[in-house]
């Protein structure tokens, strides 16, 4: 049996690996073991419940206030210490948090090999999104399998000189999860049912679903964003559902700047069935969230992607996702144009699948079984 060590630590890590480690458990000669650090505590935890997942070590690291080399010296040595303890023979880290770039680090440290879900994004620019573009370029050169989700990010890799025999285009996990959400959705309308009142308060409204946590936006980008909210909702055939990221710098603005007002509805996160319901009813999603860039376009949701750059640039091609950065005026502007323009909001409004077809975690998973199980991998997988 091959041990692969699966690490994560915060809610789009979770949701995006969830596919991946059923995927991994269903391969004979393959034992899957799990390990969250908690960088985000609350958000992480809803979706683990609604995957029925209990991770085999909680490292449970994270601190009020942390700061980002705080936070990456406390991963670095608690995942060496379950490395050294575990001594698996791959490590699978995802994405571009500190717990994916410490995963990689300390299995380097270790000489034990990484496989990168997600790998090869890149927006060009250090400082955005920040310091996420840093943390995923550092496991490129680490990682000896690289899960592209799309063509656009396997050559982007290719640039940086990875060797072409370990990139591997699969699509986005996420995509999976979102169907794998949306069928449970479907079949349980209960799932999803915390939304029903601000559904009905709502009703013959346009709905604008908003996110916003971004690092880059705290301070002023994020008070921007709350008095363009702010402008967007005294309009009264309009409607906004806004989860609001329970981080600090978020919470105090949105409650400093946008009070009470009858058209908003300022709720705790959603579970991501949840979540998923939400998407299905927004309008217009505006968010400066990575995910939510992949979810829409597969949806047919008009995003605004409140960013001056994106790793993502896949949702713009296909004409769902354009970006309109922090700008109060723009932000007020661009969601008017969507909401008055038929035409305009109809080209935007059509599904398209640039980040996955819904199967990326099973492809990921013969991959691996090939290399950590080959005599094992199903005929066909090889
Ligand atoms: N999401 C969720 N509940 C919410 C808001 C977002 O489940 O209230 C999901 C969303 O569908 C997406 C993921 O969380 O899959 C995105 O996480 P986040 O925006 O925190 O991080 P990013 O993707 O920007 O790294």
């Known amino acids: 049996m091959s041990k692969i060590l699966v690490i994560f630590g915060t809610r789009p890590e979770a949701i995006k690996l969830f596919p991946v480690i059923a995927a991994l458990a269903a391969r004979p000669g393959l034992s899957v073991r799990t390990c969250v650090t ?23 690291l994270m601190e009020p206030g942390q700061t980002l080399d705080r936070l990456t010296a406390r991963l670095l040595v608690g995942l060496g210490e379950v490395m050294d303890s575990e001594r698996p023979d791959l490590v699978v880290v995802q994405g571009d948090t500190a717990t994916a770039m410490t995963g990689a680090l300390a299995a380097y440290y270790r000489k034990v090999p990484v496989a990168h879900v997600e790998a090869g994004l890149r927006s060009g620019d250090i400082h955005h999104p920040w310091p996420e573009e840093v943390n995923r370029r550092i496991v490129a050169p680490i990682a000896m399998l690289h899960f592209a989700p799309t063509q656009t990010a396997a050559d982007a ?4 000189n990875v060797a072409a025999e370990t990139v591997h285009v699969t699509g986005n ?7 794998w959400t949306r069928d449970r959705v479907a079949a349980d309308p209960g799932l999803g049912a915390g939304l029903d009142a601000v559904v009905q308060r709502f009703a013959g409204k346009r ?7 971004r690092r880059e936006n705290f301070g002023d980008g994020m008070a921007s964003i709350a008095r363009a909210i702010a402008r967007i909702a005294a309009r009264d055939d309009v409607a906004v559902i806004f989860p609001v990221h329970p981080n600090p710098n978020v919470v105090s603005v949105m409650d400093a700047i946008l009070g009470d007002r009858s058209n908003i509805a ?32 597969a ?4 995003v605004l992607v409140m960013r001056e750059t994106t790793e993502r640039p896949e949702g713009v091609a296909a004409g769902t996702a354009r970006l309109i950065g922090t700008d109060e005026d723009r932000i007020v502007s661009e969601i008017f144009t969507l909401l008055d323009d038929k035409a305009g909001y109809a080209a935007m409004a059509r599904a398209h699948n640039p980040f996955g077809d819904g199967r990326s975690a099973p492809r990921i998973a ?14 066909g997988t090889r």
């Open 207 to 213: 709905v604008i679903l908003v996110t916003t946590h």
């Open 266 to 297: 300022r709720i705790e996160p959603l579970d991501y069935p949840t979540f998923v319901r939400a998407l299905g009813v927004a309008d217009i999603v505006l968010t400066d969230s990575g995910g939510v860039q992949e979810e829409a376009p």
């Open 38 to 60: 908690a960088q985000h505590r609350g958000l992480l935890d809803q979706v683990l419940a609604i995957a029925g997942l209990v991770p085999d070590i909680d490292l449970d």
């Open 299 to 302: 949806l047919g949701k008009p």
């Open 366 to 379: 013969a991959i691996i079984a090939q290399r950590f199980a080959p005599t094992l991998a199903p005929a």
């Open 173 to 179: 996990t996420v995509i999976d999860a979102l169907h």
């Open 157 to 160: 890799l290719l640039r940086e």
